[in-house]
């Protein structure tokens, strides 16, 4: 009988990791590229990732993708991700553990989800990528979500819930918009693809991101500003860190596109860049190169960088209302 695709991909990478090409901690091929080399479906590609997360090679990491798993010994997985659900739709953790209602199957759906949109990105979510993920049919998932719309919004109420703003607020307005604006940037920095989901023009009804709002709202009470000038102060705070979070996700992509890191990719503009910064009409710029030198971008020194005049510039509107 001949081995399904999806086998012959998971039997090469457990190949590679045996014979030592991938190492524990190494990244494995991603969904989209392994449907390039093996000429699959995304989903057969999907397939394979799943049965190797099941089996215990794989694991999900947030921010760098599916990598090679620590091996602790023989037929043990470094990690339960991916244990398949019964037929049922319940899994084989919450049936042993007692837990195997609707709400702990829905929980761990969208932990999954998560997990997915991680190590692949939003993108690479379906729904039939997640089931093969759990082990179960597509259909099945639709017992405890109604499309990848609602998923979503699970997956963001989550990961928000994840990095609870404190029980009680500051007694400044300061802090309390500089503590959410902290913890919405720790939720985006783990979990980037939440940068995608959502616009000033359409915005995703997310319990989770609605507290920041209240909280929002709640630490600008007690001040002069008219309920527009609240608006404006709680769109800002939010664009400024979605704004930051939404280049991590674009360099994940671009990476998967281009197989570059960021370095690399800027090594390879550098002929370009001097040719540009050298031609007429230039001379400030070209001068800037000469005084930077060697520049690191790091996205958390530039959020509190800016996070700090941001705050400076609304107190300028918020104390000339007072």
């Known amino acids: 009988m001949d081995t399904p695709p999806y086998a012959r991909i998971a039997g090469e990478i457990k190949r ?27 989903a057969t590609a ?17 921010r760098v993708g599916t990598v090679v798993a620590e091996q602790r ?22 049936r042993s553990s007692g837990s195997s209602g609707p709400s ?36 099945s998932l639709y017992r405890h979500v109604s499309g ?23 007694a400044g307005w300061r802090e309390a918009l500089e503590t959410s604006a902290r913890l919405q940037w720790a939720a985006y920095r783990a979990h980037p693809w939440m940068a995608g989901v959502t616009s000033l023009y359409r915005p995703l009804p997310s319990a989770g991101l609605l507290k920041h709002a209240e909280w929002v709202m709640d630490a ?20 400024f860190v979605q704004g930051l979070a939404a280049n991590i996700e674009q360099e994940r992509r671009a990476r998967a596109a281009t197989g570059l890191s960021d370095e690399e990719w800027m090594r390879a503009q550098e002929e ?22 060697e520049f690191d971008l790091d996205l958390d020194r530039l959020f509190a960088f800016g996070l700090r005049p941001l705050l400076d510039g609304l107190a300028g509107q918020i104390d000339q209302r007072e």
């Open 16 to 42: 590679r990791v045996a014979d030592g090409r991938l190492r524990p901690g190494d990244r494995v091929p991603s969904t989209r590229q392994l449907a390039r080399d093996w000429d699959v479906a995304l």
């Open 272 to 293: 370009r860049l001097r040719a540009v910064s050298e031609s007429p009409g230039y001379t400030a710029f070209a001068a800037f190169l000469g005084e930077l030198g």
């Open 73 to 94: 010994g023989p037929g043990r997985p470094a990690s339960r991700r991916g244990m398949p659900l019964g037929p049922s739709g319940a899994s084989e953790v919450s």
């Open 104 to 139: 702990a199957v829905r929980e761990r759906v969208v932990r999954a989800a998560v997990e997915l949109a991680d190590a692949d990105g939003l993108d690479e979510l379906t729904m039939r990528a997640l089931a093969d993920r759990l082990g179960m049919a597509t259909m």
């Open 148 to 170: 990848k719309d609602e998923l979503v919004l699970l997956m963001v109420d989550a990961v928000v819930d994840d990095y609870p703003l404190p029980p009680t607020r500051p």
């Open 46 to 62: 999907a397939k394979a990732l799943a049965l190797l997360a099941q089996e215990g090679v794989v694991i999900a990491e947030p």
């Open 220 to 239: 600008l009470a007690g001040t002069r500003l008219d309920a527009e000038a609240k608006m404006h102060v709680h769109i800002l705070l939010h664009s």
